[in-house]
């Protein structure tokens, strides 16, 4: 795009021609109106030649950058193996420690010393100062520094005119359909458009399984039709992983690359939605998400209750608690690695990891997030969502355009200035439904076991029944030595893979010398049962091997 001012790229979601009309318009000096572009934008001043670049709201696509030692080469992009393989960089220990142990490096950190990453609500201006380059980033995070005064059911009934108005746009859309409330609230608005004729409703991992029966009983109930899919076992081997990371910088969901693929060749769809960044809505990955079992339900019972964090109103006191909840306590022994590295890192990497943290944690109140329920959320938005859970529309982006309704502006920063007790566990995703699509709260979600219309603390009485049944499962297919047999309740189960050999296959492709491979073999050797958190380190590795030993062609 340009105009006067200058020339723009944009690099995010689908966008209506009302929507890149007004990203055509943007100032060329970041102010205001970018913060509410849907994905990363680049500006180049027509006048002054600085080149601006700001991620949005949530940071939903990624830019790298690195500026050499000497000050007179910048690059930059949105794919960090590219970026990579154009500097002089080498491999930095805490990052690949933290992408390894979490999914994700903490702050603008890398795995990469020299690459950089902008966080959520970041821009960054280059110029030119003499014969060197100048850049300077700038954070502001203000998502979650503002409360509503609204009543509950005002932001109701404001969250689902926002949700119909933006669930409009998905016609022709493949939707990433799980039994949980994230998938089921985009139904929701998709259905109350009467768009249900053009939908793609696609299931990918135990075709058999409980939670695919009953995502297919969602789709029927409201007549769209429902595609369930195993996963491909040609998606595991080692140049299918190599042609992913080439297109889409990721291995971790290879299964969300092949979706969109079938949804584009197989049924014409324009694009592909799913739940990302759906826990701004949802309340959960908060407080009552994080510690012991015992502190889980403690926390969740006083935020139903309408309570908040006993530590709010006390600044040092609020960090402090922050702090507990997000910083590790101990050093993570990593089977994929190498023995030697480990002793090597051991003593000083988990303070290394700790100081990240605790200074991310320290930026966030410094921007005027004052709540330990909001500090919460910030990290995980800014570290798990971001980074690891948004590669799953990453990567069905290489086939499709990605449209996602949960970053609409004004519903993140509608759903930020809730307090947790208010959307805990989905309740504003219940409010929605109730009032568009009621039909689809008569069935259970996937982790529960009585209909969706329930009141949420019951909900979360039967979680813990299903979670105890399933332990009990376990250990009797285990102590049965598998004569008997544990219930199908999982999603993306691997228990097809029954010679394991493309996993085996993969680590054998793996190029750094930091990899323990005979471990890893004996690992999936002597893993069962669901493999996915197998497969998930396998991909972590492969993906962090493949950005360190990329070459720039």
């Known amino acids: 795009m340009q ?96 992408f390894l142990t979490k999914g994700f490096t903490v702050g603008a950190r890398t795995i990469a010393n020299g690459v950089h990453q902008l966080t959520m609500q970041e821009t960054l201006t280059v110029s030119i100062k003499g014969d060197t380059i100048d850049v300077h980033a700038r954070s502001h995070p203000d998502l979650w520094t503002s409360e509503s005064s609204a009543t509950p059911s005002e932001t109701h009934d404001r969250l689902t005119d926002l949700w119909l108005s933006e669930t409009a746009l998905l016609d022709h859309t493949q939707l990433m359909m799980s039994a949980g409330w994230d998938s089921r609230v985009l139904l929701a608005g998709i259905v109350a458009n009467r768009l249900e004729d053009s939908l793609i409703a696609y299931s990918h991992g135990d075709v058999d399984g409980r939670e695919l029966r009953i995502a297919g009983r969602l789709c029927e109930a409201v007549h769209a039709k429902h595609t369930k899919a195993p996963l491909a076992r040609e998606l595991f081997a080692p140049d299918m992983a190599h042609r992913i990371l080439a297109e889409v910088d990721t ?13 584009l ?19 959960h990955n908060n407080v009552p998400d994080k510690g ?50 480990h002793e090597h890192q051991a003593p000083w990497m988990l303070q290394a990891v700790q100081a990240d943290m605790e200074e991310c944690i320290h930026a966030y109140s410094r921007t005027g997030i004052r709540t330990v329920e909001n500090i919460v959320e910030a990290f995980e938005v800014d570290h798990r ?10 990567s069905g982006s290489a ?39 009621p039909q689809l709260l008569r069935h259970p979600m996937a982790a529960t076991l009585i209909p969706a219309s329930a009141p949420i603390s019951l909900q979360e009485v039967t979680r813990i029944q299903r979670i105890l049944f399933e332990g009990v499962a376990a250990r009797a297919h285990t102590m049965s030595k598998g004569t ?58 492969k993906t962090l091997d493949y950005r360190l030993t990329a070459v720039h062609t």
Not at 251 to 263: C, D, E, K, L, M
Not at 276 to 282: A, D, S
Not at 421 to 429: E, F, G, M, R
Request: charge should be neutral; hydrophobic fraction near 40%.
């Open 3 to 98: 105009n006067e001012q200058g020339v723009l790229a944009h690099h995010g979601e689908w966008l209506s021609p009302q929507e890149r009309s007004a990203l055509k318009d943007l100032d060329a000096q970041p102010g205001a109106g970018w913060k509410t572009h849907r994905g990363s934008v680049i500006r180049i001043d027509g006048l002054s030649h600085a080149v601006h670049l700001a991620t949005d709201l949530v940071g939903s696509f990624p830019i790298y950058y690195s500026l050499n030692s000497a000050g007179d080469r910048f690059v930059a992009g949105s794919h960090f193996a590219e970026v990579r393989a154009q500097t002089d960089t080498e491999m930095d220990p805490i990052g690949c420690y933290e």
């Open 251 to 263: 291995y971790i969901f290879p299964y969300w690359w092949q979706a969109a693929s079938v949804g």
């Open 265 to 283: 060749e197989n049924h014409h769809a324009h694009k592909i939605t799913g739940g990302l960044y759906g826990p701004i809505l949802g309340g």
């Open 292 to 341: 012991s079992n015992s502190h889980r339900l403690l926390a969740l019972a006083r935020y139903l209750a309408g309570g908040s964090h006993p530590a709010n109103g006390n600044l040092d006191a609020t960090v402090a608690a922050a702090r507990e909840l997000i910083v590790p306590h101990k050093y993570h022994w990593q089977w994929c690695v190498a023995d030697d590295v």
């Open 385 to 394: 969502l971001r980074q690891y859970i948004n590669g799953q529309l990453l």
């Open 399 to 437: 086939h499709l355009p990605a449209r996602n309704p949960f970053t609409n502006p004004e519903t993140l920063r509608l759903a930020a200035a809730q307090p947790l007790s208010s959307k805990v566990h989905n309740i504003l995703h219940q409010a929605i439904i109730k009032r568009i699509a």
């Open 484 to 541: 008997i047999k544990k219930p199908r309740l999982g999603w993306p189960a691997f228990g097809f893979l029954k010679n394991h050999q493309p996993f085996h296959d993969l680590v054998d492709s793996l190029q750094l010398p930091i990899w323990d491979k005979d471990r890893m073999h004996r690992t999936i050797y002597a893993a069962h049962g669901n493999l996915h958190p197998i497969f998930d380190m396998i991909a972590r590795c």
